[in-house]
Each structure stands twice: as structure tokens, then as C-alpha cells.
């Protein structure tokens, strides 16, 4: 058999033998198809990866341009000092990371929605904070979020030959929300003029004490430039309010009281901005440590200082507007009352002679006087010195 197996038929291994053949052929073939195979996923992984690397750069490049119509500056500060070189709300952060100090500063202006939901997903903020940023003319407030705190606080533009939409229109208010967290600071912008804002960041990065505490100096800088300004525009008022009671107290008191209310509905309006920053300011001195260090809390004392002396003058030139209207209001009506006084006066005056001449008009021929010689005189005489009486005790009773 084994004779039969080396001499016959051959072995099944033989490579003479046809189902030896036919097996390696199979497994050549199943070979180059593993091959083929494995070669297709490696060109498809790495199509995958091209692609998804490109996608995560456009991405990242729609993104940037998505926030870039409300972006109006960024800036990332390390150690103190910015850095050189334009930044926007993605790279500012990346740059921030990659130190592992530091804090990045974006400068927004009135963004839509889906602005702020790139901003919220890439910093982490809340619906609320979203919310908040959306929504203008909000009162002063803060709110403290876990890892972020929002500070509201008005601005206060003072032009006092009128704006140019409306000359009445002497004192405007704008928004500024301020973001803080530990590696940025987002400042939104609502109303308050942009030159206003670039002069306070300029004054920001020129006082390096701020920069150095971080957020929260970014944060108290921000604040006590905006209630300096409230000092400055309330001590402005104060002497237009003076101007206004010398010319109501004047003589020749012009009646018009239109000036006094216009004043007093665009002090209001700084109140109304003033006053709620009070509480809100409290609340942020007395945050713990980490997120407002004690040298910013000192910092922010003076502050609230400064703020209830600016509310204080506001709310001081508002009653005393309240009283310069009733005061102008009862020197008119007493300027009203004199003026009546003398056109009484004036009409009983010439009620005298208008009587005779009527009496001695009526063409009556049984009329002493009509054929007297001296009639016509005596008349005349009669008439002018009852006129002359009657001025006489007008005059003694300040009628005229």
C-alpha cells in the first residue's frame, strides 16, 4: 500500500498530484483577497481620518467665522502682559491652556444666538448666561453660576447738546455684561458706544494691577471706570441743575418749563441705572477667595464708595428737580394771577371814561350839559381825574 502510495497514485501533498494544485491555487487566491481587502480598509481608515481631520478644521474655521461679526477684540493675557498677535474665541483659549496661565479676554457686541452657542459650548456657560447675553436693557445684577459668575452694570453717556437721534435725549444708557471664569473674561456689550469701551481697555492693559489679579481685576477695573464716569456726569448735572434754578428764579423768568422736565426724566433714567448696582456690588465683595481675592475685594469697597456717592447726587438732583418744577409751576401761576390783576385794572380804568362817553352819546336833547359853554371841559376834566384816581389807588394796592 505504502509501495502503491510513493509509485501509483503519490501522495495528496505531491505537487504532481491535481487536488494538491487545486489547493494552492485556493489559497493563493484567498491571499491576494486578504491582501486586496486589507489594503481597501486602510485606504478607507485613512480616507476617514483625512476626512474627519478636514472637517474638524472647517469646523473650527466656520465657528470662528460664526462668532466673528460680534467679536470685537481678543486678547490673552500671560503673566501680566498681552500677548502679540490676533486671536480669536478659540485660539485665545487654546493659547491659554497650552501656558496653563493666564486668562483670555473677548470683547463681544451685541451677538445673536447662535454666536453666543458657539461661545457657551466652547466655554462652558449655561441657558441662562445665554439668555442674559441676549436680552438688553436688564437692571444691575450678578449671578453666580458654578464654574462662571455674570456681573451686570450699566454705562451712562452724557452729551449735553443732545444726541444726534434726538436733541432732548441728553443722557443714555447702555448694557455691559461681564463674564468671568477662571481662564476668561467675556465682556458683552449692549448700547454703550464702542469709543467708550476702547478707552476703557486701553486704561485697563495700561494699569497692569488689574491684569495681574486676573478675571476678577479685569472685572473690578471694568466697574470702577464705569462708576468714575457716573461721578463725573453726576457733577456735570449738578451744575446744569444750578444754571436751571438761577433762570427760574430770575425776574424775567421765562415760563417754559420744558428744559427743567427734560432734565429731570434723563436723571431719572441715570437713576434707574445708578442705584440696583448697590446690592450687586455687595454681593461681589463678599464672594469667596478663589473667584474674588481679598486685594479685589478692598479694591471693590472703594468702588461701592464711589457708587453710593454718585447715587446720593443723582437722587439729590432729582427732588431738588421735582421742586424746581413747583416752584416754576407756582411763579407762574403767581405771574398768571398778576397779570389778570392788571388787566382788571386796565379794564376798570378805561370802564370811566368809555361810561361817559357813552352816556352823552345817546343823542338825548333834554341834556344840561350839551348847551352849557363849559360842558365839554368839565366832562373832560371829570373824566381824567377819576382816571387819575382810580391809577392812584391801583398803583398804592400793586395792581399796576
Known amino acids: 500500500m505504502a509501495t502503491q502510495n510513493a509509485n501509483g497514485n503519490g501522495s495528496a501533498k505531491d505537487p504532481r498530484n491535481p487536488r494538491f494544485a487545486n489547493s494552492e491555487s485556493s489559497k493563493t487566491a484567498r491571499a491576494l483577497r486578504a491582501t486586496s ?66 486668562f483670555t479676554w473677548l470683547s463681544l457686541s451685541r451677538p445673536n444666538a447662535s454666536q453666543m452657542d458657539a461661545i457657551a459650548e466652547l ?30 452694570v450699566r454705562s451712562i453717556h452724557y452729551s449735553p447738546e443732545g444726541l444726534a437721534e434726538d ?16 481662564e ?38 471694568l466697574t470702577d471706570n464705569l462708576v468714575d464716569n457716573y461721578l463725573r456726569i453726576a457733577h456735570q448735572l449738578e451744575d446744569r441743575v444750578e444754571d436751571m434754578e438761577d433762570d427760574v428764579f430770575e425776574p424775567k423768568f421765562d415760563s417754559d418749563i420744558e428744559d427743567v422736565y ?3 426724566r434723563e436723571i431719572l433714567e441715570m437713576r434707574h441705572a445708578i442705584e440696583p448696582l448697590t446690592p450687586a ?32 447726587m443723582v437722587t439729590g438732583l432729582d427732588e431738588r428737580l421735582s421742586s424746581l418744577i413747583d416752584a416754576a ?27 361817559v362817553a357813552g352816556i352823552y352819546g345817546m343823542n338825548f336833547e333834554n341834556m344840561p350839559e ?3 359853554e363849559h360842558g365839554y371841559y368839565a366832562v373832560l376834566v371829570l373824566m381824567f381825574g377819576i382816571v387819575a384816581f382810580l391809577v392812584w389807588l391801583l398803583r398804592r394796592n400793586k395792581w399796576l
Open 262 to 264: 427734560i432734565l429731570k
Open 37 to 102: 481587502t486589507a489594503r481597501s480598509v486602510a485606504k478607507s481608515a485613512v480616507s476617514r481620518v483625512t476626512k474627519t481631520s478636514a472637517a474638524s478644521a472647517s469646523g473650527k474655521a466656520m465657528e470662528s467665522t460664526a462668532v466673528g461679526d460680534a467679536l470685537r477684540d481678543c486678547g490673552v493675557y500671560i503673566g501680566g502682559k498681552r500677548l502679540p498677535g490676533s486671536f480669536d474665541h478659540f485660539t485665545g483659549l487654546a493659547e491659554v491652556r497650552r501656558f496653563g496661565e493666564g
Open 329 to 355: 409751576a407756582v411763579k407762574i401761576q403767581l405771574q398768571q394771577n398778576k397779570d389778570m390783576r392788571t388787566i382788571s385794572a386796565y379794564a376798570a380804568i378805561l370802564a370811566v371814561p368809555t361810561a
Open 123 to 152: 466655554y462652558g456657560l449655561d441657558d441662562l448666561t445665554v439668555e442674559d447675553a441676549l436680552t438688553s436693557r436688564q437692571r444691575p445684577k450678578i449671578e453666580i453660576h458654578d464654574d462662571h459668575v455674570v456681573f451686570v
Open 184 to 221: 476668561y473674561v467675556i465682556t458683552i456689550r449692549m448700547g454703550m458706544p464702542k469709543s467708550d469701551m476702547v478707552r476703557i481697555s486701553e486704561r485697563i492693559e495700561r494699569n497692569t494691577d488689574a491684569i495681574d489679579y486676573g478675571p476678577a481685576g479685569v472685572l473690578w477695573a
Open 370 to 372: 350839551l348847551k352849557w
Open 167 to 182: 436733541e432732548n435725549e441728553i443722557i443714555r444708557s447702555g448694557q455691559l455684561m461681564i463674564v468671568i471664569g477662571a
Open 281 to 312: 456690588l455687595r454681593t461681589l465683595m463678599n464672594m469667596r477667595d478663589d473667584v474674588v481675592p481679598k486685594e479685589i475685594s478692598r479694591y471693590l469697597s472703594d468702588v461701592l464708595d464711589h457708587q453710593l456717592v454718585a447715587a446720593d
